[in-house]
């Protein structure tokens, strides 16, 4: 199948080379020039411009935005809207806002052009585990895309099948799921970053108690200097808490166990603010969600060790970067 990719950062980068790995053909554009002629160097068609990207692509089209939520990403749906044509399909692939899908989707059926949300999780290691996804959009749409989406999920791979599911749709056994309408996909993908926010913030916390325990200030023997790097991996072979966020943080801690290249200051990406407030929206209790995002408000204050976790497994997961104390100001 042939999909157009506009953005191409860590993601979107690894999106098109797990496609065009998969056999399908992908144009592909980015604002900058490199990652165009690093892709191009790989088999793939680059694309000078989005005019050039559409002009590439084989009617009925379909284009891939990977941008960050947004203007950048409001604005470049306003311009690729102008050059599809009815029948193509628009697709945001980013952390966009579920009610910002809605309204584009309304905008974009009166030109006939089909708008897709995928809510995308996995980071800067999707390329070789592949993505989990969360789509929603019209369901023509959705059929249509399906070679697309099942060639960047993760497939069956050694997790054990849950029993009783013999008679539900086989996709999400695949890492990808039809969420429902337009909006639908984000809206589960902001959930989803909202727990992750309650997972780190548990390993944080509970990492942070464990250091602790060898605090001069509490009494001698009651002290454990207890090496983490190892409590980490043991919890990783058949604990009820093991995760692929716990296997990040134990690469973290393997590297450097006092984790001295992370300062502590948690950035949050959007969604747990947009979790949050759909909490709030629905009159349901979500203690741990909303504690962990303020949590993340304070590491820009003080650091804990448990934030300069938070950092690591962010980093690890997503290749998030720190920002210094000059862009935070």
């Known amino acids: 199948m042939q999909l157009g990719i506009v953005g191409l950062g860590r993601m979107g980068s690894n999106i098109a080379r797990r496609l065009h790995r998969a056999g399908h053909r992908c144009v592909v554009y980015n604002r900058t020039e490199k990652p165009v002629a690093e892709l191009a160097a790989e088999g793939l068609t680059p694309a000078s411009d989005i005019s050039d990207l559409v002009k590439k692509l084989d009617p009925p089209r379909a284009a891939w935005i990977m941008l960050p939520a947004g203007a950048i990403t409001e604005g470049m749906v306003d311009a690729m809207s102008n050059l599809l044509r009815a029948g193509d399909i628009l697709i945001d692939g980013g ?5 910002d899908d809605i309204r584009r989707a309304k905008t974009l059926e009166s030109k006939r052009i089909a708008y897709v949300d995928v809510g995308t999780s996995g980071g800067v290691w999707g390329l ?24 960047l999920a993760p497939g069956l791979g050694a997790i054990a099948r849950t029993p009783g599911r ?47 325990k060898a605090d001069a200030r509490l009494p001698n023997a009651e002290r454990f200097n207890l090496d983490l790097a190892d409590i980490a991996e043991v919890w990783r072979r058949g604990s009820v808490i093991s995760s692929w966020l716990l296997d990040l943080g134990a690469m973290a ?5 006092n984790l001295a290249n992370f300062t502590g200051a948690v950035e949050d990406s959007g969604e747990g603010r947009w979790t949050v407030d759909a909490a709030v929206e629905e009159a349901v209790p979500a203690n741990v969600l909303a504690a ?10 003080e650091h804990a060790f448990g934030d300069k976790l938070l950092s ?9 970067v720190e920002r210094t104390a000059t862009e935070h100001s």
């Open 253 to 257: 801690l393997a590297e450097d166990s």
């Open 312 to 320: 690591a497994m962010r980093f690890k997961f997503g290749g998030h």
């Open 95 to 99: 952390n966009t806002f579920y009610k």
């Open 292 to 301: 962990s995002l303020f949590a993340r408000f304070r590491s820009r204050e």
């Open 166 to 212: 013999d008679a539900r749709d086989p996709r999400a056994e695949h890492g990808y799921i039809h969420a429902g309408p337009a909006g639908a996909g984000h809206f589960v993908k902001m959930i989803h970053n909202g727990i992750e926010y309650g997972l780190m913030q548990a390993y944080a916390e509970g990492f942070d108690i464990l250091r602790g």
């Open 128 to 151: 070789e585990r592949g993505y989990c996804m969360m789509i929603g959009g019209p369901k023509t749409a959705v059929d249509r895309l399906d070679p697309i989406f099942n060639a």
